[in-house]
């Protein structure tokens, strides 16, 4: 059964000496992550997105895990053109807690941050334009979150809106 | 927080505070059902005359929870739905998914599926470029481009249809290889189709490369800088058109297309017709891998070992692919389960449509059109 083991290299050796052990640094399946403590999320993401050339936002997205005290995990999967790797970020944040945007990072978050918001209810601090993606506005729920039933819909929503009983 | 001063500082995508009913300005809705915005998305244009100042995508008609369905079906019944999301492009769509998993099983497909796995992703790029160029020309206003792209994608599709049985949802790899050993005649048809294809991409670029209207239509339309694509995440085609030679097929190989020659067409402008262009490039440079893959094609196994039951260990994994829009990617993670905990698609579309703002400011109304048609977006990827 594989393991993560640690991933060394220069990168992770610079950001632990800079941010102490808030930092854990893991290679699985040949690919490289770490999981940072959510007070340093801003500062290590500009960091690695002004100083260690990771100029490509891929994806941001979230992970549910109701049984743990901090529910939610944030991953931010980033490239580097100039330097050809992948990494990804990783911090967890418990529900009702905000997560500090990215888009003066990069532009291209919006939108990504957009669809966390809409799936789990994760709130981006200074988000410009903060509301639903592909849900309807008014829909109530986070739908990926892990309590919310693959069956389950806004009924209210789909009465007032489209005037049937039920979606199913 | 931001240096502005860097070359790769982000974009400045706010509008002077304005009030919003300006006597001069005039907010339009485009959509969702508009015969060119290739599916059901629905722009909110704010225009000054014919100009237009910005503009808002609202998307999700199609959503249909893929993610969520992913989470409660085993890895194996997964498979078929990934299919119905880039439905032009099915089989790189499956090729993302299979990689993905494989990669969380430890398992890698035998060199003939990775080579029928090439040869049919490629014939896919080819067939979603077709579509593409037809009508995004008969979006422009050229009718005639979408006849000769349909009829010459007909025999992509029936090479699919001879091969799985589907031609658009195709269903077409398993993880671990393979269900299918190729058809008697499959390399044949395969070349035969090249050779039919090589002259018709001439005939393509006959109609469209040098005629006054297409190119009046397009150069200098919706043009982005490599700087503002990579800012926003854009990939494929828009972003090499803007002088970034990027391809994930060379910067990090997947399946074994290490193995294959071929090189990465990009452009310098970053507008309409260089996207048209290095499309049309990218077409002939498909060509040229298939034609290495099917010349080269191994005998031997098409599936690897991979148990009846599927349970990857726990762990997470982010693979993506190079599909005929950009990055595709898969994030899965995976509790030991036989169901994925977590499945997460980055859709190349979706990221791409956010640049259609940047892209269509202080252009003409016409050209929302012809932006939108080269962006190449499918809906059902953006919305998933």
Redesign the interface.
Same mark, same amino acid.
């Given at each position: $059964?594989?393991t993560?083991v640690p991933w060394d290299s220069p990168l992770v050796a610079k950001l632990k000496s800079s941010y102490g052990s808030g930092i854990e640094a893991l290679t699985?399946?040949g690919?490289n992550y770490m999981t940072v403590d959510r007070s340093m999320i801003?500062e290590i993401l500009?960091v690695l997105r002004?100083e260690e050339?990771f100029?490509?936002?891929?994806?941001i997205?979230a992970?549910?895990y109701p049984q743990r005290e901090k529910q939610f995990e944030i991953?931010w999967?980033l490239y580097s053109?100039a330097r050809?790797e992948?990494m990804?970020v990783k911090t967890q944040i418990a529900d009702g807690e905000g997560i500090a945007s990215s888009?003066?990072?990069?532009?291209?978050a919006?939108?990504?941050e957009r669809?966390v918001f809409d $799936?789990f209810g994760i709130k981006f601090d200074g988000h410009p334009d903060l509301k639903?993606?592909?849900?309807?506005e008014g829909w109530k729920g986070h739908?990926?979150r892990k309590d919310?039933g693959?069956l389950q819909q806004d009924n209210e929503w789909v009465q007032i809106n489209l005037g049937i009983e039920s979606g199913q | 927080m931001t240096d502005r001063n860097s070359s790769l500082s982000p974009l400045d995508l706010e509008t002077p505070e304005k009030p919003f009913l300006d006597a001069n300005e005039l907010v339009i809705n485009m959509g969702p059902q508009h015969p060119a915005t290739h599916g059901v998305l629905r722009v909110i244009l704010r225009l000054d005359g014919e100009k237009v100042l910005g503009l808002e995508c609202v998307i999700g008609y199609l959503h249909r929870g893929v993610e969520k369905i992913g989470e409660h079906r085993t890895y194996t019944m997964f498979n078929p739905y990934v299919d119905r999301m880039d439905y032009v492009a099915a089989v790189s769509n499956g090729l993302g998914y299979c990689e993905t998993v494989e990669k969380l099983l430890n398992v890698e497909a035998p060199p003939r599926a990775q080579h029928v796995r090439v040869i049919l992703t490629e014939l896919n790029r080819i067939a979603s470029h077709q579509l593409w160029l037809g009508t995004h020309a008969l979006d422009i206003g050229a009718i005639t481009p979408l006849f000769y792209t349909f009829r010459d994608r007909e025999e992509i599709l029936k090479i699919y249809e001879k091969y799985c049985g589907a031609r658009l949802t195709t269903h077409a790899f398993r993880i671990g290889g393979l269900q299918y050993e190729t058809y008697n005649g499959f390399e044949k048809e395969v070349k035969n189709f090249l050779d039919f294809f090589r002259p018709k991409i001439d005939e393509y670029e006959e109609l469209l490369t040098t005629n006054r209207i297409w190119v009046e239509r397009t150069k200098n339309i919706g043009v982005i800088s490599g700087k503002d694509c990579i800012a926003l995440g854009v990939t494929g085609p828009v972003l090499r058109a803007s002088g970034v030679k990027w391809d994930l097929r060379r910067a990090q190989p997947y399946a074994n297309y290490k193995d294959f020659d071929f090189d990465i067409p990009t452009g310098q402008n970053g507008d309409t017709y260089d996207r048209y262009l290095v499309r049309m490039a990218e077409m002939r440079q498909s060509v040229r891998i298939i034609q290495q893959a099917v010349d080269a094609l191994p005998e031997g196994p098409i599936m690897a070992k991979v148990p009846k039951v599927m349970k990857p260990a726990a762990g997470e994994v982010y693979h993506s692919i190079e599909a005929p829009k950009g990055e595709l990617g898969y994030f899965i993670v995976s509790d030991g389960s036989t169901q994925p905990y977590r499945v997460r698609v980055r859709p190349p579309s979706f990221v791409n449509l956010q640049a259609l703002d940047v892209m269509c400011r202080g252009q003409l109304v016409a050209d929302v059109i012809a932006v939108i048609g080269t962006l190449d977006i499918v809906l059902g990827e953006v919305d998933r």
């Open positions: $059964m594989p993560p699985y399946a690919q801003p500009q002004n050339q100029d490509y936002c891929v994806d997205t992970v549910h991953v999967v053109f050809n992948r990804r888009i003066p990072l990069w532009p291209g919006n939108w990504l669809e $799936m639903r993606i592909l849900l309807p739908p990926l919310y693959i | -």
